[in-house]
């Protein structure tokens, strides 16, 4: 271990950050690697005593927070995420270790989220004068909305914390995250070395049970919550919001489709990338008939090469899944091979062995309305299904409550423009996937999501909208 990882105390002590301080909880639990089943460091176990405490601190730090000006926000901002970048490897170690995603893809997730990060701190909300005569003014301004909560998924736990923690701070909302009890440790690191740039209390950081998400969605003095995970959790998290009419981002799950010509290799890596843990990635794949059955061997034949294997050895393309309920959910969808008779293409058996690991697999047009062509597995398996007729095509993509991400694949940029925008879906790609832009909105259509991450409008999630009408004598 490098010294750097002994001064963060990266597989020391894990605490809670409420107030500026480090803080114990007499109860406590350990996530696993999902590589070995062993278990990792302890955590805290936040007590709704601590969640009361939590709540306080951000209220009292959203009295001077939204004084101080944008500039020194921005500026306390950008240091910090030079400090993160500082610590990348270290951070990537423990981002494999406790979510089992290979080193190079850890690295690129910090990568990608601190530049993300960056755009979005050099985003500003201006003031917009929309009416001036000489007596009068009408202006529109946006003012934070107060104490936020980001709680999110185990899948891409630095990313997803750092889009919602950016926005908020920029804005002057101070922001407490939860992480998903599977991945505690990275998120409790990045606020831990967040406290020399921010005023106590504005980025704070609690790790609980199943208990904390509702504790915090309940709370009446919480007035924001930016939450990224299942569209099951997401309808709970509004319920709980509606009470006090808290403010809601929702990005939930997806189930997309993509729609090919030849470029099987990266349909492949778009498909399984992150073991398929991905909200957006291809989850359904749509083939011509005239080119079906070369697309499927290049897809399986480019499948082999890739191999699997603890994160943190070089080379492995596919980790585990991160923990024993994903794996269990995503078995679920091999027994269904047989129950269902479906066709399998490459992969259909796991291997035991220490972990959770399962094996790659394509399963060869299985029915429309099957278990794996409707629900979002969430792991490396996908279906692969034939088309003939573009309007029937379109409709059975566009067939699900889901639409948060899609792709078109076509040597007809005409053609695949044509399609991409009949399909229902928060973005949709032509010729790739996955790619995001920090200034493009991020979300999802359906049951997929409320309102979106990145862009300006990610800033005006966590704002109220005010209209000043200022008049110089009195009317
Ligand atoms: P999940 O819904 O089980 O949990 C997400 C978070 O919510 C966790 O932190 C969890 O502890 C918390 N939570 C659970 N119950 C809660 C409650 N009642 N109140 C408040 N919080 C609660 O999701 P997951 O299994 O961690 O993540 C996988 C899902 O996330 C997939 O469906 C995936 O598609 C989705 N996802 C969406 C996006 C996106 O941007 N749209 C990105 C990544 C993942």
């Known amino acids: 271990m490098s010294s750097v990882s002994e001064s963060l105390n990266v597989f020391g002590e894990y605490y809670n950050i409420i107030n500026g301080e480090r803080q114990r909880t007499t109860k406590t639990r350990n996530g696993i690697d999902p590589a070995t089943g062993q278990s990792l460091p302890e955590v805290p176990v936040a007590t709704e005593n601590d969640v009361y405490n939590t709540v306080e601190a951000a209220k009292a730090a959203f009295k001077i927070w939204p004084l101080v000006s944008w500039a020194d926000r921005r500026r306390a901002i950008l240091a910090y995420l030079t400090e993160i970048e500082g610590l990348a490897d270290d951070l990537a170690r423990l981002l494999t270790l406790e979510q089992g995603k290979p080193l190079i893809f850890a690295k690129m997730e910090i990568t990608s989220a601190l530049d993300f990060s960056r755009v979005l701190a050099k985003m500003e909300l201006e003031e917009e004068t929309i009416y001036s005569d000489p007596d009068r003014k009408t202006v529109i301004r946006y003012t934070p909305l107060g104490v936020a909560v980001a709680i999110v998924p185990w899948n891409f736990p630095i990313q997803l914390a750092l889009t919602k923690i950016v926005p908020a701070l920029v804005t002057g909302n101070p922001i407490i995250l939860k992480p998903s009890p599977f991945t505690p440790y990275c998120g409790l690191k990045i606020v831990e070395l967040a406290q020399k740039f921010f005023p106590k209390g504005v980025l704070q950081f609690l790790s609980g049970d199943d208990n904390l998400g509702p504790w915090l969605t309940a709370h009446p003095d919480v007035a924001k919550i930016s939450f990224t995970g299942s569209s099951f959790t997401g309808k709970k998290v509004m319920e709980s919001a509606s009470k006090t009419l808290k403010r809601v981002t929702l990005e939930l799950g997806g189930n997309d489709p993509a729609n090919i010509a030849a470029v099987a290799p990266k349909i492949v890596e778009f498909s399984f990338v992150n073991s398929g843990q991905v909200c957006v990635a291809i989850k359904r794949i749509y083939v011509h008939e005239d080119i079906y059955e070369p697309f499927l061997d290049a897809m ?35 027994a269904d091979i047989e129950n269902e008779k479906l066709t399998v293409a490459v992969g259909g058996k796991n291997e035991v062995r220490p972990g959770y690991f399962i094996t790659p697999t394509i399963i060869d047009r299985p029915p429309d309305n099957s278990r794996i062509a409707t629900m979002e597995p969430f792991g490396p398996i996908v279906p692969v299904m034939q088309w003939k007729d573009e309007e029937d095509v379109i409709a059975r993509a566009n067939s699900t409550s889901m639409g948060l991400g899609a792709s078109v694949w076509s040597s007809s940029p ?62």
């Open 300 to 334: 399986v034949a480019y499948i082999k090469t890739l191999s699997i294997g603890d994160g943190l050895e070089t080379g492995n393309f596919f980790g585990p899944v991160q923990n024993l309920q994903q794996f269990t959910h995503v078995k679920r969808f091999f």
């Open 414 to 475: 005409e053609n695949a423009s044509r399609i991409a925008r009949q399909l229902q879906a928060g973005s949709v790609w032509v010729n790739t996937h996955l790619q995001l832009n920090p200034s493009a909105p991020f979300g999802g259509h359906k049951e997929s999501g409320i309102g979106h991450e990145l862009g300006l409008g990610s800033l005006k999630s966590y704002c109220n909208i005010q209209s000043l009408f200022l008049i110089k004598n009195p009317i």
